[in-house]
């Protein structure tokens, strides 16, 4: 990002450079952290950084600061806060207004809409009050260098032997080769072995909960071609690091030593990926041929007689089969860790020069690789797994007793690093001497690679990453959402921040029982504590004991009776454990801190198909909804949590409530259908025109949000679009379950695992966005659309019919404007069951006019009919002596 200078910055002090101009970095990330946008004009250094660069009365030169603190300027931040506060009056006058006018043609549902707007008054404050502070924090990358990176060789990259930068366990999960296509998840792997970190100091483990040969014999393949992808990368300084995406893009401006071999060099690369991605793909057929073939002997043999999945050496693979078998099936399996690349020496090690059997000229590039872990952890029938986060807890372990590092950042594993300065930028907040050792949390914003170019589905949530996210920097810190965030190990396992510790005793975390019962694990927790120590402490060999341990951590058994999933390690028993678990932490009293960074951090895939995406709000919703009836509600909280942070965490959990009011409002119009007038309030039009200005507002405040946000028209629009279809069938939907098991006991919102499609596949691109899954989910919101467009027809067939007055014309166009606007706001969700007609819109628009054409028609004729007195019996209209017509249609 690139503000203009910083006035007043940058003066004297010892080595604040000003990281957002070009070419101030120094090193090669000067162009990679800037990246110069427009939209940033509207942000502004805030002053407090300044007061602190000029350090304390102690006359020793302070400490630079690791990042830089940038304020909305006040062009914008006056208008946005005051526009706020005219709204909030508006929404009083409004509220007061209604109820001096006790007037309805149904008082109960003049009462259902009244409480209906003090909730939406209510909800927009909680969201809009936690937004009135945003604050960006831009990392400096090239002073975290200068402090922690001392000396780097092996082409000016963050590795080398003086390093002190501290470890970092590296955790990514995949639960299935086919769902999350083997290629992401590999591709992830490759760009975190190849990412700008010192090799030796960090490490990765992936989880596979499937426990399948594919996986383990994919991340095989993978660490091997790892050991020419990752010098490449580091010769030629490339970006992204995940092959599939740098082959994708065109070559942007090249960045390394050595461009006359650049080329040549990208070519050799290029074939063997390609020659990669064939054996991956091969697994696929290999692994059963293999145990097809085999002949019989005892390794082949599982038990009832089915044939074992053999691995490659001939022996018995110890996780799932592919033909379903005892202890080696789909949640009955053992636990399977191993090392595939083990922990390097500290020192660089430079690579051999060009040969004819290696056309790549390494040697003058550390060709060292980081240590990468495989695990697929235990599964018994009778036991929970907890899916993601039961994953996690046990890489926690895991990884505490082979590396145990200070700091850990996890990935989805479909999410693969895009930038590469991606963990310096995080080591930049966690180390400052500011708020570092009280954050327990970075998260930086999930970014996606497929998603359509209008963003149909809303799937980029950039009113939540770029604005809500900001607003809550300005508090405590961003909620965790998930994949992309770095924390810090001891903060999970529930240490009190250092602000809150009442004395130095800084490591002491609770009793060793609420861990389980393994000593080795027991003691790794104050030793991750202290990032100062300055490499990865790996176990020097795995001998019997070590594996041992390493067993039984990964074991179901291990975490009965303790607090994991509870009050250590991810939170438990619950759709979304992000939210929650980021909540635990700030409830504590830890901050977090926001980090987006140009290019972006990291990117991955999101579901675009209209039924997977609604399912994933569903999760989210249903997980929000779960966590404010829990023990875990915002509400419940002690006063280490913000006060503000608790509005906006009640806010972020209580949301789906709405909906029950929404659907009421989108359900009225069903009254067109039966009355001639109908006026929920009285005067109506007055009722409309406040109506009107309080929603207006509401999208002016939008429009200068997306100024200091940097987002478009669009994406506020989706975020609003999607709220209301998200509102008319998941949130109700997601109320309803929690209603279920409150009141019944039921289980909640399960974590449906998000199917990813695979880019570049054969099929069309954006594909899966003109598929059209069936599923309950999408009735309600059918249903809805169809009572608007039934409105609008019958409004339209009484208008035919005839013999309104002004004031009655004035009366039904103001309805008919709210039937509109719900149409309006619902059209993606329209275009999304429509299927591959959509990409005519034109065709959805005759389709609407046509079906309020039928409704009128239908209006007029149903009209004509009883106006004849005729009524309808059960065997078809009847004549009866006098016209029939129901007083209220007398217009
Ligand atoms: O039993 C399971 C189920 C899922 N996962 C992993 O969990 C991750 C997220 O699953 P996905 O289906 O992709 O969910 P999304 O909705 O895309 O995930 C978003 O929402 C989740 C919370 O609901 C967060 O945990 C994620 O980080 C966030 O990206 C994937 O890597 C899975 O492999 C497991 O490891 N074990
Ligand atoms: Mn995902």
Redesign the pocket.
Known sequence: MAPPPAAGLGGNNAGLADPLLPGDGGGDDAGRQVGGAAKDKYWVPAEEDEEICRGEDDGRPPAPLLYRTFNVSGVLLHPYRLLTLVRLIAVVLFLAWRMKHRDSDAMWLWWISVAGDFWFGVTWLLNQASKLNPIKRVPDLSLLRQRFDVNPVAAGECGSSSSILPGIDVF?????PID?PMLYTMNSVLSILATDYPAERYATYL?D?GASLVHYEGLLETARFAALWVPFCRKHRVEPRAPESYFAAKAGIYAGPAPEEFVGDRRAVRRKYEEFKARLDALFTIIPQRSEASDGSANSKGGGGVKATLMADGTQWPGTWIEPAENHKKGKHEGIVKVMLSHPSDRPKLGTPASSDHPLDFSAVDVRLPMLVYIAREKRSGYD?Q??A???NVQLRVSALLSNAPFII??????YINNSQAFCAAMCFMLDRRDGDNTAFVQFP?RFDDVDPTDRYCNHNRVFFDATLLGLNGIQGPSY???GCMFRPVALYGADPPRWRPDDDAKAVGCPGKYGNSMPFINSIPVAANHERSITSPVASLDGAAMAELEKVMTCAYEDETEWGNDVGWVYDI????VVTGFRLHRKGWRSMYCAMEPDAFR?T??INLTERLY?IL??SG?SLEMFFSRNCPLLAGRRLHPMQRIAYTNMTAYPVSALFIVVYDLLPVIWLSHGEFHIQKPFLEYVAYLVTVIAMIEVIGLVEIKWAGFTLLDWWRNEQFYMIGATGVYPTAVLHILLKKLLGLKGVR????A?QLAGSARERFAELYDVHWAPLLAPTVVVMAVNVAAIGAAAGKAVVGGWSPAQVAGASAGLLFNVWILVLLYPFALGIMGPWSKRPCALFALLVAACAVVAAGFVAVHAALAAGYVPSWLGWSRVATAVLPSGWQL
């Open positions: 990514i999960n995949t639960v299935d999350e989880s909960d797994h899916k993601k039961g994953a996690m996890n990935f989805d594993g479909d999410h999930q959402v998930g994949t759709a979304t454990e992000d991955g999101a579901p994933q999760r989210w997980g974590f449906k695992l998000t990813k």
